[in-house]
């Protein structure tokens, strides 16, 4: 007999395991390990460590993954939390299936191959799979809920250590000696460059305004205020411009947490706005090019995205490897297309899509869309709701922020950068909170046998 389908309501939880109980320390202590981790890389090895513009500009190209007392570290890290997931009695409550991103990690192990250094590029990439795969493995053992608190408090640790320096060193501010004038004064904190501080700190406001928002606690209002202030005294216009208005279209997102529809028209005005960005690059290109020339206004960064273009036009298929665009020793590709002389000292490309193209060529700028734009906006488009929004809503926020200032940086799969961490967080949150929404179920129904009599 035919049988049909029928919703037969919500998923309902699986019954409650007396092994979670007894785990609860182990939960604990990967959360401890994660914020630890996270400390690690915000603070960094050398904090408060007086350094000039072009000390700053040479640490960043010696960043290539041969610090041993780094590799040393995360690895550690990595093998504490593999032990504890071992020693676990309960369940995972994440198992990683966000594939498109490991189909990327293996076409940068590919790409490095053709690169000029492809040992260099290999250790960075390392690098990637290395802190990837700590946020994962922590996601799997505390969940997101863990995951996001752990962030947020050494989001707000963080900001106390960049207050409690400003009156305790000079250091916390760029010295008189910076070769750019504009850097001078500029808070930076513990942070290597004002530019890092900003990003940090506007992540730092954009989480806390939202915790305060869900939790109504006035700490959290403080911690948003300080952190917006401290934005102000880096002197970063990308960060301060992000500022307000992430916060706004994170609440705006909060209240359509029940509307799918108007989730939609909201995903879209987003994708409109980064695609006008770089219409109006286009259309008002010489007129940008002459605002922007001078090379200590902007960063050069229309010069810089020259170099890649012209790069890109005689290598549109490839890409140069991993990593294997600038700083790779006196053999850089990107050495034969300089245009101006500061450019010897750049370290990345100063857009983050415009990066990824030219190292990983083609195919790795659209895994790039699909695991970082697409797929997370389908999450957000069909996974919010309103028990869920208090995870939902500050990673939608911090994607949004990582989303539009890759336009003028580079921190998609830059090492083990404070603001790519972040997002790492901010995106395997979003996964599992997207994961674990309950969803309607398909059921068999077999029909009911006709009561009528059977005439022979």
């Known amino acids: 007999m035919a049988s049909t389908w029928h919703r037969t309501g919500h998923a309902l939880p699986p019954p409650a395991s007396p092994a979670i109980a007894q785990d609860s320390r182990i939960t604990l202590i990967a959360q401890i390990f994660y914020f630890v981790f996270l400390m690690m890389v915000f603070i960094g090895q050398q904090p408060f460590a007086s350094r000039t513009q072009d000390e ?57 191959s053709w690169g000029v250094d492809p040992f260099v590029s290999f250790k960075r990439v390392m690098q990637q799979l290395i802190v990837i795969y700590i946020t994962f493995c922590a996601l799997a053992l ?32 760029h010295p008189p000696t910076e070769s750019d004038k504009a850097l001078i004064g500029a808070w930076r904190g513990f942070f290597f460059h004002k530019n890092i501080a900003g990003a940090v700190m506007a992540l730092t406001f954009i989480v806390c305004g939202n915790a305060w928002i869900d939790k109504r606690k006035w700490y959290y209002g403080l911690f948003a205020l300080m952190a917006f202030v401290f934005v102000i005294g880096t002197k970063s216009k990308t960060s301060l411009a992000l500022c307000f208005g992430m916060l706004a279209i994170s609440n705006i997102y909060r209240a359509l947490s029940g509307n799918t529809q108007k989730r939609a028209i909201l995903l879209l005005l987003l994708g409109f706005g980064m695609v006008g960005f770089l219409a109006l690059y286009i259309a008002y290109q010489p007129t940008v090019e002459r605002l922007f020339a001078d090379p200590t206004s902007f960063t050069g960064r229309v010069s810089i995205w020259r170099v890649v273009f012209d790069y890109l036009g005689d290598h549109p298929f490839l890409g140069a ?3 294997g665009f600038w700083q790779v020793g006196a053999h850089s590709p990107a050495h034969d297309y300089l245009n101006q002389q500061f450019q010897m000292l750049t370290a990345h490309s100063h857009n983050g899509y415009l990066e990824i193209w030219v190292t990983t060529g083609p195919f790795g700028l659209i895994m790039l869309l699909l695991s970082f734009i ?27 922020f990582v989303l539009y200032q890759n336009l003028l940086e580079t921190s998609f799969f830059d ?19 997207f994961k674990a929404k309950p969803r309607p179920q398909w059921s068999r129904q077999q029909p009911r046998p006709s009561t009528e009599p059977t005439h022979g």
């Not at 409550?93 to 076409?107: G, N």
């Not at 969940?143 to 250091?171: V, Y």
């Not at 389908?378 to 939902?392: D, I, P, V, Y």
Request: hydrophobic share 60%.
């Open 56 to 112: 700053l500009v040479a640490m960043a190209q010696d960043n290539d993954g041969s610090d041993l007392f780094k590799q040393a570290l995360f690895i550690g890290f990595a093998l504490l939390l593999t032990f504890v997931q071992i020693l676990r009695k309960h369940p995972l409550k994440y198992r990683f299936s966000f594939w498109p991103l490991a189909i990327m990690l293996v076409w940068f192990l590919i790409t490095c």
């Open 142 to 173: 505390m969940g997101p809920d863990r995951l996001f608190t752990a962030l947020r408090w050494a989001l707000i640790l963080s900001l106390m250590i960049c207050w409690i320096s400003l009156p305790l060193t000079s250091a916390a501010f």
């Open 374 to 400: 697409a797929l997370p906006a389908w999450w957000f488009l069909s996974g919010a709701t309103r028990e869920n929004q208090h995870l939902m809503v500050p990673a939608f926020a911090v994607w949004t």
């Open 415 to 433: 090492k083990d950068r404070q603001v790519w961490v972040i997002f790492l967080a901010a995106i395997a949150t979003a996964h599992a909170t």
């Open 321 to 323: 490897g991993f990593g």
